[in-house]
Structure formats: structure tokens, C-alpha cells
């Protein structure tokens, strides 16, 4: 199957810092990525929907101002966590798929950020 | 998005066959059923897919009776390896936004 790739796996930031998470997929273009965030032992809640070239649609309840995301290409979503504090120290996960009706069924996940804010 | 509902958790015990169901009333006539696996601190790996009646892979097989409201996932012969959650989820996975349920968490002993 496709391959989406996440940078960094961990990252520990001081509070107040800002904090950039990159979604890669390696072998296909995405016009979609999703992103979402998971606390200890709980499922996966979905934050926004990046589209390439155009504004991410955020779920209600996640600030736009604090989680930016950019997708600027068909490879690439970037979230970024803006004046980070405790209480964002989560996994963060992104998922993509293939461009074409024959791809729509399936999503490819990243393997994950844990961000700890400090 | 079709809603979902599984069992919180479940035991089981090396080499033996785990069935984990999913109730999904509301499945749309396009939608697929997948099925995910997770690790801790690791993204959802994908397992198997279906559309109807059965399917089998290397690592799983899926069953989907006629009226497609429920789906059940089929371990064969657990290992420790298999302790992991597991999500089901209804639709065109692809490109629609994914509502994840509570999972099962599956627990294997030796």
C-alpha cells in the first residue's frame, strides 16, 4: 500500500514555543489529508481536513488560529501548533489518500507525532 | 458517516480465533467496511476491507451477512503480537473524513 510519512515522531517543546509536524505521502499525490489527535487511551478524534491549495476545514471546537495547517502541495500537509501549552501534549496522526475513484476506499495513516509540551 | 458500535474490549489467549463484531444499522449502499489496527504511539494500520459477503487476506477475514448492518473481524490464531486496538469503520474511507468509535481493545495472554 501507499506510504504517508510523519516528521518528527516525538518532539518536546517548552511552552509558549511554536511546533511544525509534516505529513509526507512518499509514492502518491494527495489532494486531501486529514489530521487528528488522540489522548492516552482514547480513539482518534479528527481535528481538520487539509485540501492542497486551498483553506483547511476545521471540526468544531478546534481553533484554527492555534493548529495551522498548510498543504501547500500534493505531498505534503504541515500542521503547525502555535504557542504551544501542556494541555496540547498529544499524539497527533495524519492520514491520506490517492487521487482517483479506484483509490477512494482506502486511507493511509502516518505513523505519528507525540508532542510534549514542557 | 455511518455510526459504529463495538466492544470496548476483549480477552483472548494465544492461538486461538478472535471474532470482533460491529454493529453499523445506518451503512450507506456505497459504503465499504474497514477495519484498522493500532498500536501504542503508532498510526492506524489498515487490516482488511470489504463490501459484502467474505474476505479473506493473509492476516484476517472479514464476514458481512446480506442486510450488511454488521461486520465481524476474524483473528486466527492469536499471538501476543495481536494485543492492539481495533477499529471499525463504515464508508468511503478514501476521501470522506473518519469518524473513529471507541475500538476494541484487544488483550491476548499467553
Known amino acids: 500500500g501507499a506510504v504517508v510519512s510523519q516528521h518528527p515522531s516525538r518532539v518536546i517543546c517548552k511552552s509558549g514555543t511554536s511546533v511544525k509536524i509534516e505529513c509526507r505521502s512518499l509514492d502518491f499525490q494527495a489532494t486531501t489529508m486529514f489530521w487528528y489527535r488522540q489522548f492516552p487511551k482514547k480513539s482518534l478524534m479528527l481535528m481538520a481536513t487539509?485540501?492542497?491549495?486551498?483553506?483547511?476545514?476545521?471540526e468544531q471546537g478546534v481553533e484554527k488560529d492555534k493548529f495551522l495547517i498548510n498543504h501547500a502541495s500534493l505531498t505534503l500537509s504541515t500542521l503547525t501548533v502555535t504557542s504551544a501549552h501542556p494541555e496540547d501534549s498529544s499524539f497527533y496522526i495524519c492520514?491520506?489518500?490517492?487521487?482517483?475513484?479506484?483509490?477512494?476506499?482506502?486511507?493511509?495513516f502516518g505513523q505519528g507525532t507525540r508532542l510534549t509540551v514542557v | 458517516l455511518a455510526k459504529t458500535t463495538q466492544p470496548i474490549s476483549m480477552d483472548s489467549y494465544e492461538g486461538q480465533e478472535v471474532n470482533i463484531t460491529c454493529s453499523h444499522n445506518n451503512i450507506a449502499t456505497n459504503d465499504y467496511i474497514t477495519w484498522y489496527q493500532q498500536f501504542p504511539s503508532q498510526g492506524p494500520r489498515f487490516i482488511i476491507q470489504g463490501y459484502k459477503t467474505k474476505v479473506t487476506n493473509e492476516v484476517a477475514s472479514l464476514f458481512i451477512p446480506a442486510d450488511r448492518k454488521s461486520s465481524t473481524l476474524s483473528l486466527p490464531r492469536v499471538s501476543l503480537s495481536d494485543t492492539a486496538v481495533y477499529y471499525c469503520l463504515v464508508g468511503r474511507t478514501g476521501f470522506q473524513k473518519l469518524v473513529f468509535g471507541t475500538g476494541t481493545r484487544l488483550l491476548v495472554s499467553p
Open positions: 487539509s485540501n492542497e491549495g486551498s483553506k483547511a476545514t476545521y
Open positions: 492520514s491520506a489518500s490517492q487521487q482517483g475513484e479506484a483509490y477512494d476506499t482506502e486511507a493511509f
